[in-house]
């Protein structure tokens, strides 16, 4: 019979080790939300496992000012005014680990805010589990179901929050595995809601501090070329889950595209310079990523790719968006038939 039995050592034990029968609060995380208010600003802050997978969201009340609620229930109340809306994370068991973002206060003017956050590597059972509470709570409505009302509205931006981290997680997770680097996500995260006044779907997160890839080969090269990557790869990502989640025609997250247009524009200049050698007219052009873009579009274009797929491909706001690159090809076009004709009259 196998017997089971308790270690409480180890050979390479250092010190003395401490049983825990909760984690004390010097190694818990904690998030802290500060927004205007009145008489006194909102200073909030809760532990990761007070807030994880419930519902966190800001947006006006009955009090006809932004109330921020944790399941609906109300633990603080903003002012109508203008602003900066900050949250802050931090790892307490983890120096130096504390990230910031602010941005602008007047995003809960527009709709409901979301605060959403992810601790660790995620899995896309988060999002199926968001899904899960959103059929209960429509279930449990019946007939006089609101999918404007705070609850179900804000399972629908938890469902697209995890659904893109399960991705950045799968993403960094195969790029760890082909350059021989571990990632190590300490968190993700920020708010998301839908635009109500301009009708688009948003995402404010940080994504500079919170991985990072640790080269198994006690190296830099490899782990600098995954963070690069990581950075353009997330950006199309970004679009892809919105569009495939929502249906979205807008997708607005500054703080990505910040990180991946460096990233974007180093490989493009790295290639520029080496392409140079054989091709010195490079280097009296400006290359810039858009007209990369530019480029690959009239590419599809002309190889037959219709003009619905290519604006889904763009990520243009309608199909009618795509004109200008038709326009083009058209003009591409004549002037080859006339330079056909201008060769075969020559004598």
């Known amino acids: 019979m196998l017997s089971l039995s308790r270690v409480t050592s180890h050979p390479n034990q250092t010190g003395t080790p401490t049983d825990w029968t909760d984690i004390p609060n010097t190694h818990r995380t904690e998030v802290r939300i500060q927004f205007p208010g009145s008489p006194s600003n909102v200073d909030v802050m809760r532990y990761s496992d007070e807030i994880y997978h419930k519902r966190l969201t800001l947006a006006f009340g009955t009090s006809g000012n932004p ?25 307490n068991a983890i120096s130096g680990s504390a990230e910031t973002r602010t941005d602008d206060y007047g995003l809960a003017f527009n709709g409901m805010v979301s605060f959403a956050f992810s601790f660790g590597p995620c899995s896309k059972e988060a999002a199926e589990y968001h899904k899960r509470v959103q059929n209960e709570l429509i279930r449990a409505a019946g007939g006089s179901v609101n999918y404007g009302s705070e609850p179900i509205l804000a ?17 960094s997770d195969a790029l ?16 998301c809601g839908y635009n109500g006044s ?13 991985l990072k890839f640790s080269d198994l080969d006690a190296g830099v090269s490899n782990e600098v070329a995954c963070m690069d990557a990581y950075t353009v790869l997330v950006n199309g990502t970004e679009g892809m889950t919105t569009r495939q989640q929502l249906k979205s025609d807008y997708v607005s997250s500054n703080s990505i595209m910040e990180s991946a247009m460096p990233s974007v524009r180093y490989f493009l200049n790295t290639h520029i310079g080496a392409a140079s050698d054989t091709c010195p007219s490079l280097q009296d052009k400006q290359v810039t990523p858009f007209l990369l873009r530019h480029t690959a579009a009239m590419q599809l274009l002309q190889s037959g790719m219709n003009r619905e797929t290519l604006a889904q491909w763009l990520g243009l706001e309608s199909v009618a968006s795509t004109q200008p690159y038709l326009d083009a090809n058209l003009a591409i076009k004549k002037q080859q038939i006339r330079n056909r004709r201008t060769s075969t009259e020559s004598p």
């Open 67 to 91: 109330e921020l609620k944790l399941d609906g229930t109300t633990i603080a109340t903003g002012a109508y005014t203008g602003g900066t809306i900050t949250y802050t994370v931090t790892h």
């Open 198 to 210: 301009a009708q688009y779907f948003y995402m404010s997160m940080t994504l500079g501090g919170s």
């Open 155 to 171: 399972e629908t931006n938890y469902m697209q929050f995890f659904t893109y981290m399960a991705l950045i997680s799968s993403v």
């Open 176 to 191: 760890g595995r082909i350059r021989k680097c571990a990632p190590i996500h300490r968190h993700h995260g920020g708010f």
